[in-house]
């Protein structure tokens, strides 16, 4: 079926990518192994076009539990769980389903796409790729698309003008742990957690970065994604890049405890709704407890907080460009702005850098 779109699992991501091919005429297989999921899901596309302004009865939707209806498809688009072994037994399935596949994309954050594709057959690793969305799929316009070793120009090229066909604006990226977005908004979020453990409220923190003119701070940014995606994907990096990528205790005891952000009403700030994006968290008096934090007003400036959240992005930014993720250094300013939600008005975050401190 040449038009139509087969998408890999029925969770937040892979609802809010089968609305945003919805929303431009493109046919929609949704399989998911969970009937429940699948029962749960026009719905939640429905809730999706909504808050975009658009009305829709999702009638080129179509949910489906039989792999062999996703094969059929001339695009698939695996959007499940960030752990490699999940993705490539689910790569096993589709193969049970059909010898061949002509484009297989994956939705991975942080994990190569080379080593996702080590098990696929050589035909497979040819017509596959990263495809990767970002959070709220509905309002970020960029879209990665990541080469791994024997992926095929042909195969990057359909995955260029997919992403055209739904209006999203695609970068070129080399594969690589975080790839180029996670890599530079890694810091971003790792220097807040330890703002936060050095006793700045969070509440202070998240008005700061806003009045910078972020979209959203970092916790709430967490709080959205989902803690447990978070940690596990500052896991991939710190194994990458131990020197630079620290633990947070306060992460994982959120984890631990289960608040995983607004899928589950709490992480580090409170939801009423559970729907991806909708509405701002409010602050919970039990949190300082909870995680034993500082109880100390903290004497740092709201400069010296914006220098602790931003420019570890500009340098690992700079990296990125040095270790050939990205070759163009205007890239790195579209991502972090189109994706991010970094203030157009200052360039972008390496436009930004550059004018604060120029390098040697």
């Known amino acids: 079926m ?19 091919h919805l929303r431009y005429g493109v046919p929609v297989l949704l399989y998911d192994s969970s009937p429940e999921a699948l029962e749960n899901a026009p719905r939640r596309i429905v809730d999706e076009l909504r ?8 009638r080129a939707l179509r949910c489906s539990i039989d792999p062999t209806e996703a094969a059929r498809r001339s695009i ?18 589709l193969q ?8 297989l994309f994956s939705n991975t954050s942080t994990i190569s796409i080379s080593s996702l594709a080590e098990e696929l057959p050589d035909a497979w690793r040819r017509n596959f790729c990263g495809f990767h969305f970002f959070h709220p799929v509905r309002e970020r316009s960029l879209l990665e698309i990541i ?14 003008r997919h992403a055209l066909r739904i209006s999203k604006q695609p970068i070129l990226v080399k594969d690589g742990p975080g790839f180029l977005v996670n890599r530079i908004l890694n810091p971003y979020l790792t220097g807040a957690l330890r703002l936060l453990a050095e006793g700045v409220a969070l509440e202070r923190i998240e008005r700061i970065a806003v009045e910078f003119g972020m979209k959203m701070g970092p916790f709430r940014i967490m709080d959205e994604i989902g803690l ?10 710190f194994k990458a890049f131990p020197e630079r990528v620290p633990h947070s205790p306060e992460l994982i005891r959120l984890v631990e405890l289960g608040r995983l952000g607004r899928k589950t009403g709490r992480g580090f700030m409170v939801y009423s709704s559970a729907a991806s994006w909708d509405g701002d968290g409010e602050s919970d008096p039990e949190l300082s407890e909870l995680l034993g934090l500082r109880k100390t007003s903290s004497n740092i400036s709201e400069a010296e907080i914006v220098e602790k959240l931003f420019r570890g992005m500009y340098e690992e930014a700079l990296r990125c460009l040095d270790d050939g993720i990205i070759t163009d250094p205007a890239d790195a300013d579209l991502a972090s702005i189109h994706a991010l939600g970094f203030p157009a008005e200052r360039g972008g975050i390496l436009q930004w850098g550059t004018a604060i401190q120029p390098p040697p």
């Open 2 to 20: 040449s038009n139509s779109v087969a998408i890999l699992g029925a969770g937040l991501m892979g609802t809010a990518i089968a609305a945003a």
């Open 51 to 58: 808050l975009q302004n658009i009305s829709d009865d999702v």
């Open 76 to 93: 698939v688009i695996e959007t499940i769980t960030e752990k490699i072994k999940a993705k490539r037994k689910l790569y096993r399935l």
């Open 96 to 103: 049970t389903a059909t010898d061949s596949i002509p484009y």
């Open 147 to 160: 080469s791994g070793t024997e992926t095929a120009a042909a195969t990057v090229e359909a995955a260029r």
């Open 228 to 237: 447990d995606v978070v940690m596990h994907a500052g896991w991939i990096l």
